[in-house]
C-alpha cells in the first residue's frame, strides 16, 4: 500500500545551524510531493513542493531534494531559527495531481537558542 | 486575500451524535478536501469534492459524508460519533490540476 514515512520523530539543533528531515515514500509512482510546516494549534501550512522532473528546488532558507532512484527526499533549512520550530511532514501527491495527499508521521523540530 | 476558513474552531460532542463542520475554500479555489488528523499524527485523506460531487474518497466508514455547494463551500458531516472520531478536522482547498493544497486551522472535535 501507499506510505510516506519520516526517519526520525524528533530533532534537535541548535539556532543558526542548518537542519535536515528526511522522508521515505513508497509509490514509485508519485510525482509530486510537499512539504508542510505545522505550529501548535494550526493548520499544515505549505513550505516548498517538487515534481518528480526535478531533483532539487530551493525556496527561502529552504531546499527540498528528491531522490527518485532510492525513494528519498529531504528538507533543508538554512539558519534554522527558533520560529522554525514545529511539526514538518512530507506529503505525497500521487501521479494525479488530484489534491489528495498522503502524508507522513511527522518530525517534531526543535530549535534551542 | 482570505484563505481557508473553517468553522467552528473547537466543538464537544457526546457518543452517538451529529457533527456538521463548515470550510470555505480560498478565494480562486474549486476543490476541498477533508481530512483527519489524531494527536501526534499525520492528517489521513477522508475525502475531496469538486463540482459538488465526492471525486475521491479514502478508507473511512459512510458515517462520514460531506457536501459541496455552488460557492465551493463544503460541509464534513460525520453521524453516529464514536470516541475515536475525536480529533483535529483540516479543510484543505486547491485548484483542479494543482495539486497543491492550502490548509484551513481545523476544527478540533472532542467526543465525550
Known amino acids: 500500500g501507499e506510505s510516506v514515512g519520516l526517519h526520525l520523530p524528533t530533532l534537535s539543533v541548535q539556532e543558526g545551524d542548518n537542519s535536515i528531515i528526511n522522508c521515505a515514500y513508497s509509490n514509485s509512482a508519485s510525482d509530486y510531493f510537499i512539504w508542510y510546516k505545522q505550529e501548535s494549534g494550526k493548520g499544515p501550512q505549505f513550505i516548498i513542493d517538487i515534481r518528480s522532473n526535478m531533483d532539487k528546488r530551493q525556496g527561502q532558507r529552504v531546499t527540498v531534494l528528491l531522490n527518485k532512484t532510492v525513494k528519498h527526499l529531504s528538507l533543508q533549512i538554512a539558519a534554522t531559527q527558533p520560529g522554525d520550530s514545529a511539526v514538518y511532514f512530507c506529503?505525497?501527491?500521487?501521479?494525479?495531481?488530484?489534491?489528495?495527499?498522503?502524508f507522513g508521521q511527522g518530525t517534531t523540530l526543535q530549535v534551542k537558542p | 486575500d482570505a484563505g481557508v476558513t473553517q468553522s467552528p474552531t473547537h466543538l464537544i460532542k457526546t457518543r452517538g451524535q451529529q457533527v456538521t463542520l463548515r470550510c470555505s475554500p480560498k478565494s480562486g479555489h474549486d476543490t476541498v478536501s477533508w481530512y483527519q488528523q489524531a494527536l501526534g499524527q499525520g492528517p489521513q485523506f477522508i475525502f475531496q469534492y469538486y463540482e459538488e460531487e465526492e471525486r475521491q474518497r479514502g478508507n473511512f466508514p459512510d458515517r462520514f459524508s460531506g457536501h459541496q455547494f455552488p460557492n465551493y463551500s463544503s460541509e464534513l458531516n460525520v453521524n453516529a460519533l464514536l470516541l475515536g472520531d475525536s480529533a483535529l478536522y483540516l479543510c484543505a482547498s486547491s485548484l483542479t490540476g494543482t495539486g497543491m493544497c492550502t490548509f484551513g486551522s481545523g476544527t478540533r472535535l472532542t467526543v465525550v
Open positions: 506529503a505525497e501527491g500521487g501521479s494525479s495531481n488530484t489534491g489528495k495527499l498522503i
